[in-house]
């Protein structure tokens, strides 16, 4: 008979989740969670923890970059044309008198000026257009660069799921904390702790060394929160303190607390 405990803490299960593990563990995980309700409450909590991870990291897909171009290309609706109809009535006795020609001269002389102001016109427009899209072509491949370390680091295989179990003075409380020791970065979820006090708020803990160090205060929801960052961590503990904070933990007032596993 295996101890339970000490089998869901060894972090087997975060690995058989995580597909770090050989064949024979896999079936010894599948056998072992039909056995005993213990690891399979513990399996679904985690995997449950591992989807929203995902989703609260979650990366919205890239918009075309076409059409986010050619929206930078959209132009007004031209006017449509307006036909004049021209009626011309003619007389017999009209005379005929001979064209001025300085005078045509002189108006499409003006024709001519308005052609050159209208092309001016339409070259700084369009180069103004073309710095508009030069800008939004910029910003999408900077989108997508941010998008893609978001992807490899909801991919690392560095992330540790660390469960914070409740101790003596909150039995039913209950953490989850996501930890890369490689990034240092710390998320966490509340998935059971009691309503604080307006005065009061839960702070987390890295023991490190055997000494607590603050990872920062945080607020009572199921939605991931980003922590304080940490290099080393043996285990990971939350108390209650004072709005804000406290340089120092209250021990009388540890709520939960995990180790991390290996």
């Known amino acids: 008979m295996i101890n339970v ?3 869901i803490e060894s972090g087997i299960l975060e690995d058989y989740l995580s597909g770090n593990v050989s064949d024979q563990e896999r079936r010894e995980v599948d056998c072992l969670s039909k056995i005993y309700p213990e690891i399979r409450t513990e399996l679904d909590s985690l995997s449950d923890t591992i989807e929203r991870f995902a989703f609260a990291n979650k990366v919205a897909a890239p918009a075309a970059l076409k059409s986010k171009i050619m929206a930078q290309l959209t132009f007004a609706d031209d006017e449509p044309e307006t036909q004049v109809e021209q009626v011309v009535e003619e007389e017999d006795n009209v005379p005929v008198l001979p064209l001025n020609s300085r005078a045509n001269s002189f ?6 000026a308005a052609s ?3 092309l ?5 427009y369009f180069n103004a257009r073309l710095d508009t899209l030069s800008t939004t072509v910029a910003q999408q491949q900077n989108e997508i660069k941010a998008q893609t370390t978001q992807i490899a680091q909801l991919n690392d295989a560095n992330n540790q799921f660390v469960t914070l179990k409740g101790v003596e003075k909150s039995p039913n409380s209950s953490v989850r904390v996501v930890w890369n020791p490689k990034t240092q970065e710390v998320q966490l979820s509340v998935l059971s702790l009691p309503t604080p006090s307006a ?22 929801s199921t939605a991931f929160q980003k922590m304080k960052t940490t290099g080393q961590a043996e285990a990971f503990a939350v108390t ?8 120092t933990p209250h021990l009388e007032e540890l709520y939960v607390m995990g180790k991390v596993a290996g």
């Open 5 to 7: 405990k000490e089998y």
């Open 107 to 112: 108006q499409w002389g003006w024709v001519a």
């Open 116 to 118: 050159v102001v209208a």
């Open 120 to 124: 001016v016109g339409s070259v700084v």
């Open 199 to 220: 005065d009061k708020q839960y702070q987390l803990w890295a023991l490190v060394g055997g000494k607590p160090v603050d990872l920062g205060v945080f607020d009572v």
């Open 240 to 247: 209650l303190e004072k709005k804000g904070g406290n340089p």
